[in-house]
């Protein structure tokens, strides 16, 4: 059917300039922006300083050996402190769990909002009753757009359904960078996907939302800066933990939805390719390339990538 729509949704251009102060601090407390970090003292501080007044933010650290838990407590956040590292999903299911707003704005430690970007976000969501996830215009470091509003996984569900508001669209993914959230819906489905350690979680979050009947949507005026992989340090060790999550999470969510899924053909072009950044020393890429090897195969084997989450972080030092 058409969308419902109550209410006045912002003009596309320079939304927040035309919000009173109170009005602007009305939509911000209801909403509770959730942050994981691991090892994420570089930027957690600038993404807690780009939220507007009056959003309260609960960061969920897991396990961090370094300072992200004492600067996001310094900066006025909740921090929940985990005594092991669960993986992204589990960690923001924890979080929003223990808010209790009706919207939860999920954050990349290594993302930060523009003035006026929640607040556009929270009115296309009390705008339109459909809209479970919202997620901003996001750009890299160098300006340019962070262009992915679809997935393979998704596709296969979106329905594109017009009649909206200049400078707002139905897109089919909502890229866990930064992602506002309806609290019902995810309560009616249950969060983030707790068998998945890391990757695709937005993918699962995603499509689920869709066949249930939600929307996502995308809002042109609200902008975000997302640096990507600078959350935590790279080094070979963690490229290999989370190449092996890469892997095994996509064998598992495509599963999940009855889609092709890899096999024995990545084993093989990953070995391949591993041998040959061997040859040239290049130990990043061999890290890399050996994680998608026993990622494919772990889950082949039945490995649970939450069982296995200490282990990976200790190989190949």
């Known amino acids: 059917g058409e969308p419902q729509t109550t209410g006045i949704l912002p003009h596309p251009v320079g939304f927040a300039d035309h919000l009173l102060p109170r009005e602007k601090e009305e939509r911000n407390l209801k909403t509770t922006a959730i942050l994981v970090t691991y090892n994420s003292a570089a930027v957690i501080g600038a993404a807690l300083a ?3 007044a009056g959003v309260h933010a609960i960061v969920v650290d897991n ?5 992200s838990a004492a600067i996001a407590e310094a900066a006025g956040a909740t921090v ?3 005594a092991v590292n669960a993986g992204f999903g589990v960690a923001n299911n924890e979080g929003w769990r223990a808010a209790s707003t009706p919207y939860v704005l999920f954050q990349n ?9 929640l607040e556009a976000l929270v009115a296309t969501a009390e705008a339109i009753a459909q809209a479970d996830l919202i997620v901003p215009t996001l750009l890299k470091e160098n300006g340019s757009l962070f262009r992915k509003q679809s997935s393979p996984i998704c596709d296969p569900v979106f329905k594109p359904q017009g009649n909206l508001p200049e400078g707002i669209r139905t897109i089919s993914f909502a890229s866990g960078a930064v992602i506002l959230a309806r609290r019902s819906r995810l309560e009616a489905l249950g969060g983030f996907d707790p068998d998945i350690f890391l990757y695709f979680e937005d993918d699962d979050l995603s499509r ?6 939600g929307r996502i949507l995308h809002v042109e005026a609200a902008i975000a800066e997302h640096t990507g992989n600078v959350s935590t340090p ?3 060790a ?4 989370k190449h092996w999550h890469l892997a095994w999470s996509e064998r598992h969510i495509k599963g999940k939805f009855q889609l092709a899924r890899p096999g024995y053909w990545r084993v093989v072009e990953s070995v ?3 041998l040959w950044a061997k040859l040239w020393r290049d130990r990043m890429e061999e890290a890399k390339q050996w994680g998608l090897v026993n990622g494919t195969l772990g889950h082949m084997r039945g490995l649970k990538a939450q069982d296995i989450r200490d282990t990976l972080q200790m190989e190949r030092q």
């Open 50 to 52: 780009s939220l507007p």
């Open 63 to 67: 396990a961090s050996t370094d300072d």
């Open 80 to 82: 929940i402190r985990r």
């Open 109 to 117: 430690p290594d993302a930060r909002l523009r003035d006026g970007a």
């Open 208 to 213: 689920r939302v869709l066949a249930a009947g």
């Open 234 to 236: 790279l080094t070979p």
């Open 238 to 241: 963690l490229a290999y933990m």
């Open 272 to 274: 391949l390719k591993m």
